[in-house]
């Protein structure tokens, strides 16, 4: 009776041991760090991105369907200095809701002034003469975050895709890397019919359209 | 019969003599049996203090998305210095625990991107271990055996204890001296996994604590 008294005491004690024995190495962290850096890129864009039309003459809007305007092609080009990357980039219609058709590839023209809702008409954008480090180079359309997409040598700009460069044409194309990426991005301005557009124009009624281009290291 | 009846009271007599002679006041001496049930006190070194640095890596080294990029690995040793004779092992707690772009008990997390995107994961090898300079197998278990033996184990989260064992048995190895190289493997994911392509600059965050116990 004595003994089991003493083997519980024991195993008791040697328990409390085992316990407070942990506590006597302190634990060491092991880290893993790095970082991924990520070039300096200037954009810089022919007429700083601005596309002007100038004056059009209300006479041609037809009375039903779209007056389709000449394509205006400026040059985008990215410089991202020594660094070598991946570029890719995505659009934001800024004036979405006042777009005349519908479709992931036109964006809205503005809203005649005083009359919200209506839509003045919309533009499509179409990529081309893309040059990666000054050498022809293929426009590439992908899902963001994808590893590959359509390349080709003439790609509509789309709002739901990434848009990048590679260097073949064809389906299943990776993105290139790169240093200096250039493209050319032509607007084409289609203006509504009166009943589309759903408020009368009057002298100096301005097209609006606005975009905002994101740039990412990748698609 | 008289002189034998003195003699037998001076026995008596000397008996009670010397009964006495006990009872003068020499202090009393006590015998004690001392010692410690205690564990030796271990340190833990590590080159570069357990800090695995990639530097700069570039932009490119993100693949477009699904194709992974395995980094060079890094070996550093770790070296576990006791004040006697012990059995030792460790288990890990990963810190960045949930960021890991592919799930395994040998994957480590290296941190999060683009919200929740994940940066890629990395693995960690045991090798070259020594105990008291003598070349020690390594193992790591998640039961009271010791499994997963050998001259290199990769280290193992969820439960898993990692230690030092004998080369010839499936026994641990008692020592003083623990040493072992630990060799980081990381892989960065594809930017599907990161939640899309970079637009800044992006730390690795890996991080791993590792908790010492003796035996297993």
């Known amino acids: 009776m004595n003994i089991s008294y003493l083997q519980a005491a024991l195993a008791l004690l040697l328990a409390g041991t085992s316990v407070n024995a942990s506590a006597a190495i302190d634990p060491h962290d092991l880290e893993v760090t790095g970082t991924i850096r990520t070039p300096l890129c200037v954009v810089t864009a022919d007429n700083e991105g601005v596309y002007e039309y100038g004056k059009i003459n209300l006479a041609n809007i037809p009375a039903t369907g779209h007056l389709k305007l000449p394509p205006l092609n400026q040059q985008w080009v990215v410089n991202c200095g020594r660094g070598v990357t991946y570029l890719g980039f995505q659009v934001v219609d800024n004036r979405a809701a006042s777009a005349s058709a519908a479709g992931n590839d036109k964006f809205g023209l503005g809203e005649v002034a005083d009359a919200p809702g209506s839509r003045i008409g919309y533009y499509t954008v179409t990529l081309s003469g893309a040059l990666l480090d000054g050498a022809t180079a293929y426009v590439l359309k992908a899902a963001p975050g994808a590893g590959s997409g359509v390349a080709a040598t003439s790609i509509g700009l789309d709002k739901t895709q990434s848009h990048s460069w590679a260097s073949m044409a064809g389906t299943d194309q990776p993105p290139a890397a790169g240093s200096v990426f250039s493209v050319g991005l032509a607007v084409e301005g289609n203006i509504a019919d009166a009943t589309t557009r759903g408020a009368p124009v009057t002298e100096g009624t301005s097209l609006d359209g606005s975009m905002t281009l994101s740039y990412s290291f990748g698609l | ?216």
């Open chain 2, 1 to 216: 019969m008289n002189a034998k009846v003195s003699l037998t009271a001076l026995a008596s007599l000397l008996a009670l003599f010397m009964g006495t002679a006990s009872a003068d006041p020499i202090a009393p001496i006590e015998m004690k049996v001392t010692g410690t049930l205690d564990m030796p006190a271990c340190t833990v070194a590590a080159v570069s203090d357990g800090v695995y640095d990639y530097e700069d890596l570039d932009a490119t080294d993100i693949r477009p998305g699904t194709v992974t990029h395995p980094l060079e690995a890094i070996p550093k040793t770790w070296t576990i210095t006791c004040e006697g004779r012990t059995y030792l092992s460790f288990n890990v707690v990963d810190n960045a625990e949930g960021t890991e772009s592919a799930t395994a008990a040998t994957n480590f997390g290296l941190g999060s991107v683009n919200t929740d995107g994940k940066l890629g994961y990395f693995t960690l090898l045991m090798d070259n271990a020594k105990v008291d300079t003598v070349a020690s197998h390594v193992f790591a278990t998640n039961t009271t055996s010791v499994d997963n033996k050998g001259p290199s184990t990769s280290v193992r989260k969820s439960g898993y204890t990692m230690g030092w064992a004998s080369t010839a048995t499936n026994e641990q190895q008692l020592g003083q001296v623990f040493e072992t190289n630990l060799t980081v493997q990381a892989t960065l994911a594809g930017s599907a996994a990161m939640n899309g392509p970079i637009t800044d600059d992006v730390p690795l965050a890996g991080s791993l604590t590792l908790n010492f116990a003796y035996g297993l």
